[in-house]
């Protein structure tokens, strides 16, 4: 996957320990947060890699800049990368002084630790988008899918109200092995991306559009009820886990 791989880091630590470059006291303390972190506040996953081949994220939002100072140093100490969604650049600003390893990605809002994805699947993954409003989410989606090993490529402000900007992708969209589309207002996009092509389509409803678009909610029922089939739906806002999805579809699908 993208990130060291918890099992790649534990056998360099037995390595590192056979061959005395650690001490035992340090073997048992690294030991101690394998599978999980055991601090009495927060509990980090150290074990989904092996369990998923997806490593942690971390939902950033509400989370207070202790616990994400404690989160962030935590995995710099077990030598794993991170991902943290939601995060505003004002808490960005704060974190970078104390941590100079971070990357920010704006309008994704996410932080990354300082370096380009390593991509690792053999497969690509697209994204789409209605509107130039719906960037920051379909942004996430992005971001997260190259940091999770995707190739992924992007095309934004191809929704439906003008037909010929996304009926234009048809033949890309059948190179790719999941297309994730990102759409708000009334949520058709996904709808109309599945009737153009066999690949399979993850579903991302935005809280953009006029009041009664509810948040989100309108689009996220359309998609839900899309007539066409093939179309898989994650919650409003949710490109991370739009990416998570197609990842595993995309691992499926080349091994």
């Not at 390595?15 to 506040?41: C, K, N, Q, V, Y």
């Not at 990102?182 to 058709?188: F, L, P, S, T």
């Not at 690949?199 to 909610?217: C, D, L, Q």
């Amino acid at each position: 996957m993208i990130f060291n791989s918890a099992m790649d880091n534990l056998t360099q630590k037995l390595r590192d320990f056979r061959t005395g470059t650690i001490s035992e006291a340090d073997m048992l303390e690294f030991l101690s947060h394998f599978p999980f972190s055991r601090d009495r506040e927060i509990k980090l996953d150290f074990h989904r890699r092996l369990r998923r081949g997806v490593p942690e994220a971390i939902y950033g939002r509400s989370k207070s800049l202790d616990q994400l100072r404690k989160i962030i140093g935590k995995f710099m100490e077990m030598g794993e990368e991170i991902l943290v969604t939601k995060i505003e650049p004002d808490v960005y600003a704060t974190l970078s002084k104390d941590f100079q390893k971070l990357r920010y990605h704006f309008p994704a809002r996410i932080i990354t630790f300082d370096h380009d994805p390593i991509l690792v699947q053999k497969g690509s993954l697209l994204v789409v988008s209605g509107g130039a409003s719906d960037e920051a989410v379909a942004e996430e989606a992005f971001v997260s899918s190259a940091y999770l090993g995707n190739p992924t490529q992007r095309e934004y402000d191809v929704g439906v109200a003008c037909l010929p900007r996304i009926l234009d992708l048809q033949g890309k969209m059948d190179e790719h092995s999941a297309v994730i589309a990102v759409a708000g207002m009334e949520g058709a996009l996904p709808s109309v991306v599945a009737g153009l092509t066999a690949t399979p389509v993850i579903a991302v409803p935005t809280s953009i559009g006029y009041g009664a678009n509810f948040s989100g909610i309108s689009a996220l029922l359309a998609m839900l009820n899309s007539c066409s089939g093939g179309v898989s739906v994650v919650n409003i806002d949710n490109g991370f886990g739009a990416a998570y999805q197609a990842t595993l579809i995309n691992r499926k699908r080349q091994s």
